[in-house]
T-cell receptor
């Protein structure tokens, strides 16, 4: 069964520094990949998704992610973070043909001034 | 458009009490989902529906029931609440195919004493 691993439960970083949030999934079967963000006391909203094509995907708020099939990874990056990026970030995977999302355990990004 | 709405936002129950959580969406989505979110565990799928009048079990269905009598509404019921059901519950909806994003409601925080 598909599973998603987010190794870092919390990532503290200073404002304007770069950040990478790591995500690995278990199955090499064709997949769709997603990153969602959850701001405090809110629901989840989509940051970006990889369906096919270019392995570098750009999303909202300056985030991007790179799909690496050989390493079954989909790491999220931002070159310069803001205080407002403080939130929890979830990686999710959907097997092609399945409408169910499998979520990782989440990474809390804490941006400090 | 309101998107996905959930009622209530907060609720405290005593063990053994019952309640129903209501989810409504105005995007004409076929698919709807109920998740629970617990610290360090990401989101886990409780039940889902692929259309009006249909429901199916997800990853953690025990202790919950659902109904989808109208396309826009998806109800989650707890017949006899237990402390283990203390969680934040999220409803989501989508067009259904695996490459479509899911849209999430703001969540319901439930505490069972």
């Amino acid at each position: 069964a598909q599973s998603v691993t987010q190794l870092d439960s919390q990532v503290p970083v200073f404002e304007e520094a770069p950040v990478e949030l790591r995500c690995n999934y278990s199955s090499s079967v064709s997949v769709y990949l997603f990153w969602y963000v959850q701001y405090p006391n809110q629901g989840l909203q989509l940051l970006l998704k990889y369906l096919s094509g270019s392995t570098l995907v750009k999303g909202i708020n300056g985030f991007e992610a790179e799909f690496n099939k050989s390493q079954t990874s989909f790491h999220l990056r931002k070159p310069s973070v803001h205080i407002s990026d403080t939130a929890e970030y979830f990686c999710a995977v959907s097997d092609r043909g399945s409408y169910k999302l499998i979520f990782g355990s989440g990474t809390r990004l804490l941006v400090r001034p | 458009n309101a998107g996905v709405t959930q009622t209530p936002k907060f609720r405290v129950l005593k063990t053994g009490q019952s309640m129903t959580l209501l989810c409504a969406q105005d995007m004409n989505h076929e698919y709807m989902y109920w998740y629970r979110q617990d610290p360090g565990m990401g989101l886990r799928l409780i039940h889902y529906s692929v259309g009006e009048g249909t429901t199916a079990k997800g990853e953690v269905p025990d202790g919950y029931n659902v109904s989808r009598l109208k396309k826009q509404n998806f109800l989650l019921g707890l017949e006899s609440a237990a402390p283990s059901q203390t969680s934040v519950y999220f409803c989501a909806s989508s067009y259904g195919t695996s490459f479509n994003e899911q849209f999430f409601g703001p969540g319901t925080r439930l505490t069972v004493l």
